[in-house]
């Protein structure tokens, strides 16, 4: 069971580390990687493990989460822009986890129990969305974060239960305490990222700009009609077009290229650190991680072929940032690579801003701050869910909504512990008593609750093994900027 502690926040000896993704793309698997090495190199950390809880479910469930995606991706992209935009609301399926997650959960469940973790961290929504049922249930005793993994915020990650929750930006920091969200439980760290090489002077002499060419993540015609485009390209420049897994495109390519000596063909590579260090320019799909680790590395980027939804408004921030361009159409690429490497300055102010960007330290923050953090989750009722929901879906301010949220803190350490609605703080000073900002709940007041499960699930959350509880009140207001 968790426990709600007034304990000030500690480092804890011993620390055993559930990182748990999801293999829809290569992203999430990437951030949970990057994670796992920072892990690796803590003095406080015991043990680690990585699951992909789509490696443990069933073949149908993995391929309908994960195949099924890229499917609509090729097929129907106005489909997948429809379902970011329709998902995009916190909260908009409220309820517990459908019964066949569950189901195919169970193997994943099971792992971590068997792992014992003193903190899980979930680089997708799906193990969030689980973590929390766990947690709301009495069945985790661990810290848990939830990373994200593009820089757009999307409230599909917003869970019912968690201890901190990581974003990419600033920006959706603000978003999220303008819905009412309290701020101490989030934090704005980045993409979680490998660390990057040591850098090391060649001497090889080359002075031409290196671009660096996805091809294996666009693939097939366009792919090879962004390496014809940089062909024409003026301007002095080498350039190395990475073709993945994907060996008939590889052979398209090298084709494509044979006799052309700025051009460097190559397959799957685990070198993608040094290149991207090495790197002036980068030419691809703006992923989550593939933008992260390039700002990471200060590569500003030429953006093609975004996926509808996150890689869209990956590229509208990067864009906004000054660390990219995109190119609308395939047959202009060349040229708008030529204007960046021929007009004075443009590269070198372009990588400025991704450096500015780029986050490196990301995945060390995440921890040292996660480590240290309350061992009580912040608990978001469904009165509170229903009130996100709303705001969100008319644009308001937790301020502007009729009625308020309110925000139950620890009175020693100002930690929030709760996310609820007005309403809700008037039944239970009604059933418990107390002064306006503070409310004493104890086992007497869980009785009352009678089959009012919501407010029996929270105040039992709060007590836990204590008799009774005291907890600060106050209004969940937008903090400022």
């Given at each position: 069971?968790?426990?709600?502690?007034?304990?000030?926040?500690?480092?804890?000896?011993?620390?055993?580390?559930?990182?748990?993704?999801?293999?829809?793309?290569?992203?999430?698997?990437?951030?949970?990687?990057?994670?796992?090495?920072?892990?690796?190199?803590?003095?406080?950390?015991?043990?680690?493990?990585?699951?992909?809880?789509?490696?443990?479910?069933?073949?149908?469930?993995?391929?309908?989460?994960?195949?099924?995606?890229?499917?609509?991706?090729?097929?129907?992209?106005?489909?997948?822009?429809?379902?970011?935009?329709?998902?995009?609301?916190?909260?908009?399926?409220?309820?517990?986890?459908?019964?066949?997650?569950?189901?195919?959960?169970?193997?994943?469940?099971?792992?971590?129990?068997?792992?014992?973790?003193?903190?899980?961290?979930?680089?997708?929504?799906?193990?969030?969305?689980?973590?929390?049922?766990?947690?709301?249930?009495?069945?985790?005793?661990?810290?848990?974060?939830?990373?994200?993994?593009?820089?757009?915020?999307?409230?599909?990650?917003?869970?019912?239960?968690?201890?901190?929750?990581?974003?990419?930006?600033?920006?959706?920091?603000?978003?999220?305490?303008?819905?009412?969200?309290?701020?101490?439980?989030?934090?704005?760290?980045?993409?979680?990222?490998?660390?990057?090489?040591?850098?090391?002077?060649?001497?090889?002499?080359?002075?031409?700009?290196?671009?660096?060419?996805?091809?294996?993540?666009?693939?097939?015609?366009?792919?090879?009609?962004?390496?014809?485009?940089?062909?024409?390209?003026?301007?002095?420049?080498?350039?190395?077009?990475?073709?993945?897994?994907?060996?008939?495109?590889?052979?398209?390519?090298?084709?494509?290229?044979?006799?052309?000596?700025?051009?460097?063909?190559?397959?799957?590579?685990?070198?993608?650190?040094?290149?991207?260090?090495?790197?002036?320019?980068?030419?691809?799909?703006?992923?989550?991680?593939?933008?992260?680790?390039?700002?990471?590395?200060?590569?500003?980027?030429?953006?093609?072929?975004?996926?509808?939804?996150?890689?869209?408004?990956?590229?509208?921030?990067?864009?906004?940032?000054?660390?990219?361009?995109?190119?609308?159409?395939?047959?202009?690429?060349?040229?708008?690579?030529?204007?960046?490497?021929?007009?004075?300055?443009?590269?070198?102010?372009?990588?400025?801003?991704?450096?500015?960007?780029?986050?490196?330290?990301?995945?060390?923050?995440?921890?040292?701050?996660?480590?240290?953090?309350?061992?009580?989750?912040?608990?978001?009722?469904?009165?509170?869910?229903?009130?996100?929901?709303?705001?969100?879906?008319?644009?308001?301010?937790?301020?502007?909504?009729?009625?308020?949220?309110?925000?139950?803190?620890?009175?020693?350490?100002?930690?929030s512990l709760a996310l609820i609605g007005s309403g809700e703080l008037r039944?239970?000073?009604?059933?418990?008593?107390?002064?306006?900002?503070?409310?004493?709940?104890?086992?007497?007041?869980?009785?009352?609750?009678?089959?009012?499960?919501?407010?029996?699930?929270?105040?039992?959350?709060?007590?836990?093994?204590?008799?009774?509880?005291?907890?600060?009140?106050?209004?969940?207001?937008?903090?400022?900027?």
């Amino acid at each position: 069971m968790v426990t709600v502690t007034d304990e000030a926040p500690s480092i804890r000896t011993g620390e055993r580390i559930m990182i748990l993704s999801a293999g829809v793309g290569s992203g999430h698997n990437s951030a949970a990687e990057a994670l796992r090495e920072e892990c690796a190199a803590r003095a406080d950390v015991e043990a680690v493990e990585v699951l992909d809880v789509l490696d443990v479910s069933s073949a149908l469930y993995r391929d309908l989460l994960g195949k099924g995606y890229f499917a609509l991706v090729d097929g129907a992209p106005w489909l997948v822009s429809l379902g970011y935009d329709f998902s995009d609301q916190p909260f908009k399926h409220r309820g517990p986890v459908d019964p066949w997650s569950r189901a195919n959960a169970m193997p994943a469940i099971r792992r971590l129990r068997k792992f014992r973790p003193t903190a899980v961290i979930c680089t997708h929504f799906l193990p969030a969305q689980l973590m929390a049922a766990m947690i709301l249930r009495g069945a985790l005793d661990a810290r848990t974060a939830i990373v994200t993994t593009d820089y757009d915020f999307q409230g599909l990650w917003l869970a019912s239960a968690f201890h901190r929750l990581y974003l990419a930006r600033e920006e959706s920091r603000v978003q999220l305490g303008e819905l009412g969200i309290p701020l101490d439980r989030v934090r704005a760290t980045g993409i979680p990222v490998r660390k990057q090489p040591a850098d090391e002077s060649s001497d090889s002499g080359e002075s031409a700009p290196l671009l660096i060419i996805s091809a294996g993540a666009s693939g097939g015609s366009y792919a090879t009609t962004v390496v014809r485009q940089i062909q024409r390209v003026g301007a002095p420049m080498r350039a190395v077009v990475v073709c993945g897994r994907n060996d008939e495109l590889r052979a398209q390519v090298e084709k494509i290229t044979d006799g052309d000596p700025r051009f460097t063909v190559l397959g799957f590579t685990d070198r993608m650190p040094e290149l991207l260090r090495d790197a002036s320019l980068f030419i691809g799909k703006p992923g989550g991680l593939s933008a992260s680790e390039c700002m990471a590395a200060g590569l500003p980027m030429v953006l093609t072929s975004p996926i509808p939804g996150q890689e869209v408004r990956n590229g509208d921030y990067l864009i906004e940032e000054g660390a990219a361009v995109r190119c609308a159409t395939s047959v202009t690429i060349g040229w708008k690579v030529d204007q960046i490497l021929s007009t004075p300055g443009r590269l070198s102010s372009m990588q400025s801003r991704a450096r500015a960007v780029g986050r490196p330290a990301a995945a060390a923050d995440i921890l040292e701050n996660l480590l240290s953090s309350p061992t009580a989750p912040l608990i978001i009722t469904r009165t509170a869910q229903k009130a996100l929901l709303e705001a969100s879906e008319n644009n308001l301010s937790a301020s502007d909504l009729d009625d308020a949220l309110v925000t139950l803190a620890s009175p020693e350490s100002g930690d929030s512990l709760a996310l609820i609605g007005s309403g809700e703080l008037r039944e239970l000073f009604e059933l418990a008593g107390g002064e306006s900002d503070r409310l004493t709940l104890d086992r007497t007041a869980l009785s009352y609750l009678g089959q009012r499960w919501g407010a029996r699930r929270l105040v039992s959350r709060l007590l836990g093994d204590a008799p009774s509880f005291t907890v600060a009140v106050r209004p969940s207001t937008p903090h400022g900027y």
